[in-house]
């Protein structure tokens, strides 16, 4: 248990500019697999423009390499949530839902940022799911402010989780054991953030503390396991996973998105 009077690390003005550099570059990229992701490709093949995105702003591939990750993004399709390791043979079928996590370090800087989206029509409930998890980011990264503690952030994302069953008419499952981090010159830094948990724990939140909050919502269940592949996250039912995610600084006017898709 972190003592009382500990605090978050807080970054400059000057290194907050220099981080959302870095966010939008991953921010782009996004936008980029997302407007060339349709039925038939694989996603080894939007990992190879993911990657290309990157370099061409001048930045390098966070994920390439890192704990020994093959790919710039994570391609997580369906019932994977996190994790996915691109391939030649995961090829994307109309209905699918796939999260696209990335990371890109540009000047020493860290932006990491994570959506999901459909290819081509999703069915109600994975629309339900996808909508759901982008609302419970958007409502719980509010808690990101100075004063404010670490699992306020937490509670935060389980309070709207539970306020979005009933926005979007269904029910939602926060994935065990997985959450957001701190971020600066590395990608994970301490603390880690759960998506869940009573408030008023944990380091002070300070004006220029940055963390990446990422909600992981599921149709079936929290229970998951790893693959043989050491990295691939599924649900152990097999039911549909939405993972959504920014990079925020806490600021003296409120939470600022440090990885905007513009």
């Known amino acids: 248990m972190a003592r009382r009077h500990k605090k978050m690390v807080a970054r400059t003005p000057g290194e907050l500019d220099a981080m959302q550099a870095a966010g939008e570059i ?9 407007a060339a992701a349709k039925a038939g490709m694989s996603t080894l093949e939007l990992d190879e423009l ?18 020994g990750f093959p790919g710039s993004i994570c391609a997580s399709v369906n019932d994977v949530v996190v994790h996915g390791i691109p391939s030649a043979d995961v090829v994307l079928e109309d209905g699918d839902l796939i999260s696209i996590d990335c990371g890109a370090t540009l000047d020493g800087w860290v932006g990491d940022s994570a ?10 409930r994975a629309d339900a799911l996808n909508r759901a998890t982008e609302w419970v980011l958007m409502e719980g990264l509010k808690a990101m402010v100075p004063g404010n503690r670490l699992t306020d952030v937490s509670h935060a994302l389980e309070q709207a989780t539970y306020a979005a ?3 979007f008419e269904t029910e939602l499952f926060i994935v065990d054991g997985y959450g957001g981090h701190g971020i600066g010159r590395e990608m994970h830094e301490d603390p880690y953030l759960a998506n869940e948990g009573r408030g008023g724990r944990g380091p002070f939140i300070m004006e220029g503390s940055v963390l990446a909050i990422e909600p992981m919502l599921t149709l ?19 039911s549909w996973a939405s993972h959504w995610e920014h990079t925020v ?14």
Do not use: C, H, S
């Open 165 to 167: 069953e009933l926005k």
């Open 249 to 262: 600084a806490a600021t003296a006017e409120g939470p600022r998105i440090l990885t905007p898709r513009y």
């Open 115 to 124: 959506w999901t989206f459909g290819i081509g029509k999703l069915g109600p």
């Open 50 to 67: 993911a990657e290309a995105t990157i370099r061409d702003a001048g930045a390098i591939p966070t994920f390439k390499g890192y704990g």
């Open 220 to 238: 079936g269940t929290e229970d998951n396991e790893v693959l043989d592949d050491d990295w691939t996250v599924v649900t152990l039912d097999g």
């Open 26 to 34: 991953v921010g782009r990229t996004l936008q980029a697999v997302r």
